[in-house]
């Protein structure tokens, strides 16, 4: 079974800018479709930034023009740059790979989760 690590996350001010980073144990992000998902606190866990294997990107409408996902097979690594960051970006963020589309991506199903990495944007 896959083993995500996400990395990054932290407290910024309104505006300011992080760069998450995702680690699988094996090298899913080689040969599938990824993505970095969001949960906010009594919120269903949605797709922020989809990546699929030929480097066709979804963004959510949210997040168009200000995230970036991008990928490194060398490392099995796959990061999301979010600037401009605002107030309802606070949640935790997840990765995941394996999928075979993007279609997939948006409606499932979905994989073990890793733990994630906090987002807090103070206004």
């Known amino acids: 079974q896959v083993q995500y690590v996400e990395s990054g996350g932290g407290l910024v001010p309104t505006g300011g800018s992080l760069r998450l980073s995702c680690t699988a144990s094996?090298?899913?992000?080689?040969?599938?479709?990824m993505g970095w998902f969001r949960q906010a606190p009594g919120q269903k866990r949605e797709l922020v930034a989809g990546?699929?294997?030929?480097?066709?990107?979804y963004y959510a409408d949210s997040v168009k023009g200000r995230f970036a996902i991008s990928r490194d097979t060398s490392k099995n690594t796959l990061n999301l740059q979010m600037n401009s960051l605002e107030s309802e970006d606070t949640a935790m963020y997840y990765c995941q790979g394996g999928f075979r589309n993007i279609a997939v991506m948006l409606r499932g199903p979905f994989g073990s989760w890793g733990q994630g990495t906090q987002v807090t944007v103070s206004s």
């Open positions: 094996t090298s899913i992000f080689s040969s599938n479709a």
């Open positions: 990546l699929s294997i030929n480097n066709t990107t």
